[in-house]
């Protein structure tokens, strides 16, 4: 069983910084594409960011690429997500998911393309 727990969330002000981290557990961190995705409310769940299982490759929506970073540490099971520069528009839950296909590609923007998720940590960005 493959478990995702997200951590790292808060309320910030607008031009503040947040690290997001996700822990993961069951199997090991390297077998997954892993992606970050976001959810504010009335709308629907979006890509955010993506990133190959050596970090090698890394995908970001254009909102957000210049001021967030994701990364991982395959030997800490942890996938991270620096997130600067914060604007009201980046509040929402954050989750992070994993794909078990082990290869990115376009599809790694869509939500339905991801296996396992973790449960989502808030984040509020206040004007």
């Known amino acids: 069983q493959v478990q995702l727990v997200e951590s790292g969330g808060g309320l910030v002000q607008a031009g503040g910084s947040l690290r997001l981290s996700c822990a993961v557990s069951g199997r090991t961190l390297s077998s997954y594409v892993m992606g970050w995705f976001r959810q504010a409310p009335g709308k629907e769940r979006e890509f955010v960011a993506s990133?190959?299982?050596?970090?090698?490759?890394?995908y970001y929506r254009d909102s957000v690429r210049g001021r967030f970073t994701i990364s991982r540490d395959n030997a800490k099971n942890t996938l991270y997500l620096q997130m600067n520069s914060l604007r009201p528009e980046d509040t929402a839950v954050y989750y992070c998911a994993a794909d078990i296909r082990g290869y990115m590609d376009s599809r790694s923007k869509l939500p339905g393309q991801y296996d396992y998720w973790g449960q989502g940590t808030q984040v509020t960005v206040s004007s």
């Open positions: 990133i190959s299982r050596t970090g090698g490759t890394t």
